[in-house]
């Protein structure tokens, strides 16, 4: 793209009829709002208590791990806590975490004034917390103990009350997050300002109609297999017994065709939040726009045709498994061209180490190590060897802890001034960093080694030659949990009393960042017109001089 500066020209009916500066009321933030970026704000923070929770659970888990034999809770109650810990974390941090993000971005970036569809935008987020209730209810009510796959026949024999609401909360949330997936796609696709391509978007909205793709396709299949799981434990049907004629595996097949999806439901997000926070924060073009942008579109794609090397155990047969075997190595390329697109564009660039930017690269590190764990379970023999023990839960976590736990970090500490109007607290953010990073890969690299020496996952009693390694991973849980003290201080403050930002602290060129910390109600004092790329960073010395002119006059650094 040759145009160098974005103008904020537009035609004479796109002038809000309130004041510019006009701001929501703090107490209007608990009310049924159609603002995205009420919403925005509601869906992140209502997730981040969620993942305080699922930590809490987190950390009992790993107390009883402390010890081979008995130490905080029953057998029973382990596989309860272990249930909901993973449910918390999935369906109600990292998915409306990343709901939140986008909520909140996505009509700044294409110079909208809201989502398509502002009041099924709402009933989205108010679906979130009654979902979580109930899930947290059926903990208490007969928890379910299967684990959170809940795979029939195991959860036949369970409480029913239990599994019944842990069904209902996910129903609920996942039709939450379909009625979003609807109203990303229809946003993305339909309300850009005229003068935005497909081509000229932030690569956020690129992975997040990847994300909405999946979502529309994947959830609905999920809600299938919930329904007819509920029937079998309420009514007495058998569409997965197997002692009245059913078939447990079509459950894990309809079970997976979803949840392998939402590992990338989960991750595609944040694969946008690092495309944007790294060109940024190196002060470089992001390399290879395209080949990033096409990526996000391919994952999907793959995404929808790999779920079954969560069966290879299953019964699967031979020639089925080597179909899904090539298929989960391919689907790194995707990734793979992104993780180099990334990198590239840090080389030569002008890198500022500053708390987004290590959260970006904390990402990377993570991801990839989660990554190559990733393919080396999609060789069969292999993952038959370590099926089911601690090397998965390894890679899991490296995958989606570090897929998402850094990258909404990142996210927040980029966009806090955007979202707040204030600047959050620098060495603060450091902090956060390092202790999130160490107990990150102390809690989860002694792992590995658990899983090849045979130590099977969500059971509560194991063998004693495993302590050492089990008492590591538990310090790093301590950690971890202790790392999120001085990111809840950084934010509560900065929030209340940091300094305050200018509209743009970062000097970034999407759009977002061409109107007022915090955005005015209608997002824009005028519809902007884009005439400069999302990443032209360096391309133009006059739109670069511009941009340090105006941060200087606004006292930004």
């Not at 796109?14 to 509601?42: C, E, L, M, R, S």
């Not at 909520?103 to 679906?127: E, S």
């Not at 996210?411 to 603060?428: C, D, Q, S, V």
Request: aromatic share 14%.
């Amino acid at each position: 793209m040759t145009q160098t500066e974005i103008s904020t020209t537009s035609a004479p009916e796109a002038v809000p009829a309130h004041a510019p500066t006009a701001q929501w009321k703090w107490w209007q933030y608990f009310t049924f709002n159609t603002d995205h970026k009420v919403i925005g704000i509601q869906y992140l923070v209502t997730s981040f208590i969620f993942y305080l929770i699922g930590g809490a659970l987190a950390t009992a888990i790993r107390t009883e791990l402390a010890t081979p034999a008995p130490n905080l809770v029953t057998p029973e109650t382990y596989n309860g806590l272990l249930t909901l810990h993973g449910t918390v974390m999935i369906f109600l941090w990292i998915v409306p975490a990343g709901a939140g993000l986008a909520n909140f971005l996505i009509p700044l970036m294409i110079g909208a004034r809201d989502m398509a569809f502002p009041k099924l935008n709402a009933v989205a987020f108010w679906m979130i917390p009654p979902s979580g209730l109930l899930l947290v209810l059926s903990f208490f009510l007969e928890s379910p103990q299967a684990g959170w796959t809940s795979y029939p026949p195991l959860s036949l024999m369970t409480g029913k009350v239990g599994e019944g609401l842990w069904i209902f909360s996910l129903l609920i949330s996942g039709t939450s997050s379909i009625l979003g997936g609807l109203n990303f796609l229809t946003t993305i696709l339909r309300m850009r300002v005229p003068s935005m391509k497909l081509n000229d978007m932030p690569l956020f909205c690129w992975a997040m109609l990847a994300t909405s793709g999946l979502i529309l396709i994947g959830t609905p299949v999920l809600a299938g297999a919930l329904i007819l799981l509920a029937f079998d434990l309420l009514a007495g049907t058998a569409f997965f017994n197997p002692t009245g004629g059913g078939d447990p595996v079509v459950y894990q097949h309809m079970f997976w065709f979803y949840s392998h999806p939402a590992v990338y439901i989960m991750v595609l997000p944040l694969f946008g939040v690092i495309s944007e926070v790294i060109p940024v924060h190196a002060r470089k073009p992001i390399f290879g726009y395209q080949a990033i942008a096409y990526s996000s579109l391919a994952i999907s794609f793959l995404g929808l045709i790999v779920w079954a090397h969560h069966m290879f155990t299953s019964g699967t047969p031979a020639w089925l498994r080597m179909f899904f075997m090539i298929t989960t190595m391919i689907i790194a390329v995707p990734t793979g061209i992104k993780i180099f697109g990334w990198l590239a564009t840090l080389w030569g660039g002008k890198i500022a180490l500053n708390s987004p930017m290590l959260f970006a690269l904390g990402f990377i590190a993570v991801f990839v190590i989660g990554g190559i764990s990733g393919v080396m379970l999609a060789s069969v023999p292999f993952d038959i060897h370590v099926h089911d023990t601690y090397f998965v839960v390894a890679h899991l976590h490296y995958v989606l802890f570090g897929g998402s736990v850094f990258g909404i970090y990142a996210a927040i500490y980029h966009w806090f001034p955007k979202i707040t109007g204030r600047m959050m607290n620098e060495p603060l953010g450091i902090v956060h960093f390092v202790l999130t990073f160490v107990g990150m890969n102390l809690t989860f690299m002694p792992m590995h080694e658990l899983g090849l020496l045979g130590m099977n996952r969500r059971v509560a009693l194991y063998d004693p030659r495993f302590t050492t390694l089990n008492q590591v991973a538990t310090v790093g849980a301590y950690v971890l949990a202790v790392s999120t003290l001085p990111f809840l201080f950084n934010a509560v403050w900065s929030w209340m009393k940091g300094e305050k930002a200018s509209e743009n602290p970062w000097r970034a060129l999407t759009l977002e960042w061409q109107t007022s910390s915090p955005p005015e109600i209608e997002n824009f004092e005028v519809l902007p017109v884009l005439t400069t790329g999302p990443y032209d960073y360096g391309m133009n010395h006059h739109s670069e001089s511009m941009a340090e002119t105006t941060a200087a006059a606004t006292g930004s650094s």
